[in-house]
Every structure is written in structure tokens, then in C-alpha cells.
């Protein structure tokens, strides 16, 4: 396989992982022995905020008579883009229930968590999309109670446009709290007392990190850590959009990856003179961010066939997979490592991003190797369930009690034996040596 790196990257998602952990680690267990007062002090120290925590509904309303029309208009749209495609997701999956040859009847029952914990970033831009991103999902499947935080925006309160879409995907409760500290009263119930069964949503590196160190006491979403995108561009694509939209993304942050995978050196020389000339026409703190993201994490891999571009882009299973690139079709059969898929050069990541419809709440760092993003069906379980008449359940007990002797369980075996001594009784049955003690 012949690969070459026109431009190596010195760092790579993991990169800085390790400082993160200890500063959550650090966070997390203040705040599991101090509880809000650890909270509000990490939320005055980190994000200068000392104002009430919980946004009552009359302010929510108040703040919302003052969003201007054409704003509401287009969060109208966004919200009702995600929520028609989780919709659509939720009518997919389905409750079935069989007949087994035993005569048992087994189902499954997909049930929406209780509470979900959405986070919406605003640290260094108004997440106003991650709002409808999360809080959508999480209405369309079903939740009763949504907790939606965030981060008090430049030191003041929560962003009018991001409290307005949480507003207008359905958030029940909202609280002004930004980082580990918001993650970890969600996971504790702190200020609501209603802990999170599950809590979803994009953020730094210590959003994520807390959110995956809380994973086990809620369930979470996705490792949805700082933005990636990578483009597959072959010799029919436009080195000037190429390089736009690698753009487009690098300005999220300065560990923002941004990957070119290619098989045509000339396109990939022009992409690489291009993105430094776009990257100095953006405002602060934009240029900023895509500057130091394509020094330090920007790639360009050249291969010589396609079927090598598939394997190094599954190998990156990056957040964003954009392809530009003849014959989409194949492209679309072979790959299988990405978060979220845009093909061809008409639609583009932003266009996701922002208010498209496939949710942009999505794995990073690899994760894209075992996780989609998020979905209806991170807020649901697919509960099963088993019902069964005297004679369906003459046979289960029969290999039950068996099947538990085998394993050393009597007391397992017992519950069949008890069965079948009250539903037929006098009768023998075969039901396997008892289990001999052991001193
Ligand atoms: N993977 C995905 O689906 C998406 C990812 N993103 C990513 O979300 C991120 C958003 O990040 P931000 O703008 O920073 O907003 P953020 O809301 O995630 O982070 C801000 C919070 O970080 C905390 N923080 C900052 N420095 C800290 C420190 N030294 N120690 C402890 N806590 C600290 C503060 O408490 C602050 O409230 C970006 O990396 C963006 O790329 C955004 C949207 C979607
Ligand atoms: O990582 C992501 O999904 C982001 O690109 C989404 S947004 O641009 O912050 O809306
Ligand atoms: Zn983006």
C-alpha cells in the first residue's frame, strides 16, 4: 500500500487527553463531595458566573418575546429539519412480539429514557444548532424530561438564541452551567433532583472527558469531542471548495482536525496553497483556531487507489466524511468508519451542522470505529419481555433445571423444579443430578 503524508500532522485526536483527565478527575470528585457549592464555585472561578442557576419558565418566555423574527424563523426551521429525521428514525425501529417453539411469547419494547441531560457548547461560539441537535432527538424519542444546560455565554447569562432553541425543541428544565461542572449536576440531579438516566450532547475536551468518566452511572451518547473533518477528493473535485470547507471546520478550535485523503498530487498541492490564504481572511477569534488547527492537527494523505483511500479513511473514522469524488455510489458501498457522510459536492458539512437534518452531535477520536451519532435510539432501550402459559412452560423448566445443575446453580434449578411440582404433580421428570455441596 502505497501512502504518503504531504502533510503530517504533529498531533492527533488523542493528543492532550491525558491533561484533560486529570483536571475532570480532579472536578468530579469535589463535586461528588461538595455538591453545588462546588458548582457554583467552579462556575464563578471558570466562567465568572454567580447568577441563579435554574432559568425559570417566565424568563424563558420574557427572553424569547425579545429574539427578532427572521432568528425565530430560522431556528424554526432548524428544529423542525432534526426533528422530522428523528421522527423518521423513532417510526423505524419497531415493538415486535413472537411465538417461540417452546409456546413462549417473547418481545421487545423500545421505552425512552426518563430524564435526559443535553449539553450545549458555548465556549468559544453560540452553539445555537446543538440546542436543536440534542434537545430535539431527545423529545422525538419520547423523553418526559429534558435538563438542557449552557455555558453562560462570555461571562454573562445563558445566549438568547441558544436558550430560544432550547425553548423551541422542548427543553423542560434549563440551567446555566457550562463544563464538567454542568455534566456532573446532571449526572447528580444537583439543583433539579432529577439525575440524568442519560446525557448527550458535543463539548471541549473536558465535556467530553467528563462525560465519558460519568459514563456507568448515566448512559451517555457518544465521545463527542472537539470537530473532525475529513474529505475524499479525487481528480473531479474542486481544489477551491476542497479547501472551504476543510476550512470550514478548522475554525472550531485549535485541536480541530481537518484530514484531505486523495489520490491526485496537483489537487492536493492546490488544496494545501489554499487553505493558508482562506484561513487569513477570517475574523477573530476564527482565524485563530483554523490557524493553529491546520499547523497542528491539518493532514493530506495521498494514496494511489481508492480502494487504499477507503482504508485510510476508515482508519481515521473521522467525525465529518465528505466525498468529492467520481462514481459516489462505490464510495458509498465501501466505506464503513465515518460519523456523519456527506456526499458529493452539493451539500457539505455546515449544511449538517446547522440545520440539515441528520443530527450533528457525532463520535470523534475514533470512535466512529464502533458509534454512530446521535439518535433517537440513544435515548431508548429496547426492553424485552417473556410470557408463558402451564404447558409452554412445562419444557423451559424441564431444560432449565438442567441446564442450572450443569452450572453448579440449585437454587436456579429450583425455581423450575417448584413449577413443575405445582402444575404437574406425581409426575417425574428428568430434571438433572443435584448439585453437590462443596466445602
Ligand atoms: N463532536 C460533535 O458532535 C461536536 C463537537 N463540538 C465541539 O464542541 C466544542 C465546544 O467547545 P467550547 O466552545 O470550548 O465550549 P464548551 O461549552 O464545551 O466548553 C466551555 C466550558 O469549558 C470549561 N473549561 C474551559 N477551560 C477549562 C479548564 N481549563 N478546566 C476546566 N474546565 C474548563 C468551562 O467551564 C466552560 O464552561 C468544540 O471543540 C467543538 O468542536 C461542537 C459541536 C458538535
Ligand atoms: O462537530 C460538529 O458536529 C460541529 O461541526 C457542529 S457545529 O458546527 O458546531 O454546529
Ligand atoms: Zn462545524
Given at each position: 500500500m502505497a501512502i504518503t503524508y504531504l502533510k503530517k500532522a504533529?498531533?492527533?485526536?488523542?493528543?492532550e487527553s491525558a491533561q484533560a483527565q486529570a483536571v475532570v478527575t480532579e472536578m468530579l470528585s469535589r463535586i461528588e463531595a461538595e455538591g453545588e457549592d462546588a458548582v457554583r464555585a467552579y462556575a464563578k472561578t471558570l466562567d465568572k458566573w454567580d447568577g441563579p442557576i435554574l432559568i425559570t419558565r417566565e424568563e424563558m418566555d420574557a427572553r424569547a418575546a425579545e429574539v427578532p423574527e427572521q432568528v425565530k424563523q430560522d431556528i424554526a426551521f432548524a428544529v423542525e429539519q432534526v426533528r422530522g429525521f428523528a421522527l423518521a428514525q423513532r417510526d423505524s425501529v419497531r415493538d415486535f412480539e413472537m411465538t417461540m417453539p417452546s409456546g413462549l411469547t417473547a418481545g421487545q419494547k423500545w421505552v425512552p429514557c426518563n430524564v435526559a441531560g443535553c449539553y450545549v457548547p458555548t465556549?468559544?461560539?453560540?452553539?445555537i444548532a446543538s440546542a436543536c441537535m440534542s434537545v430535539a432527538t431527545a423529545k422525538a424519542a419520547g423523553v418526559k424530561t429534558v435538563v438542557a444546560c449552557s455555558t453562560p455565554y462570555r461571562g454573562g447569562a445563558m445566549h438568547p438564541y441558544v436558550l430560544y432553541a432550547m425553548r423551541e425543541a422542548g427543553a423542560d428544565i434549563v440551567m446555566t452551567l457550562g463544563g464538567v461542572q454542568a455534566i456532573a449536576s446532571m449526572a447528580y440531579g444537583l439543583f433539579t433532583g432529577q439525575p440524568a438516566d442519560v446525557i448527550v450532547g458535543p463539548g471541549n475536551k473536558f465535556v467530553a472527558e467528563a462525560k465519558r468518566m460519568l459514563f456507568g452511572k448515566v448512559g451517555i451518547d457518544?465521545?463527542?469531542g472537539p470537530s473532525e473533518i475529513g474529505i475524499l477528493a479525487d481528480k473531479t473535485a474542486d481544489p477551491e471548495i476542497v479547501a472551504v470547507d476543510l476550512v470550514g471546520q478548522a475554525e472550531?478550535?485549535?485541536?480541530s482536525p481537518a484530514w484531505l485523503f486523495t489520490d491526485d498530487r496537483a489537487l492536493a498541492e492546490k488544496v494545501m496553497a489554499r487553505v493558508p490564504e482562506l484561513i487569513a481572511t477570517l475574523p477573530e477569534p476564527a482565524r485563530e483556531a483554523a490557524d493553529a488547527a491546520w499547523r497542528d492537527y491539518g493532514e493530506v494523505v495521498l494514496c494511489d487507489t481508492r480502494e487504499e483511500l477507503v482504508k485510510v479513511s476508515d482508519d481515521y473514522a473521522s467525525e465529518h466524511l465528505e466525498i468529492h469524488c467520481a462514481d459516489l455510489d462505490w464510495w458509498m458501498d465501501n466505506?464503513?468508519?465515518?460519523g456523519s457522510l456527506f456526499v458529493g459536492?452539493?451539500?457539505?458539512v455546515a449544511y449538517g451542522d446547522k440545520?440539515?437534518?441528520?443530527?450533528?452531535i457525532l463520535p470523534t477520536k475514533y470512535a466512529a470505529r464502533y458509534s454512530a451519532g446521535l439518535s433517537v435510539h440513544k435515548f431508548l432501550k429496547p426492553l424485552t419481555w417473556q410470557k408463558a402459559d402451564r404447558e409452554a412452560s412445562k419444557e423451559l423448566a424441564i431444560r432449565t433445571a438442567r441446564i442450572s445443575r450443569l452450572e453448579g446453580m440449585e437454587a436456579h434449578a429450583r425455581t423450575a423444579d417448584a413449577r413443575l411440582a405445582k402444575y404437574y404433580p406425581g409426575h417425574n421428570f428428568d430434571l438433572g443430578a443435584p448439585v453437590e455441596s462443596i466445602s
Open positions: 504533529d498531533k492527533t485526536p488523542e493528543t465556549g468559544r461560539y453560540a452553539h457518544v465521545f463527542a472550531h478550535g485549535h485541536e466505506l464503513t468508519n465515518y459536492e452539493e451539500t457539505t440545520c440539515s437534518g441528520p443530527n450533528h
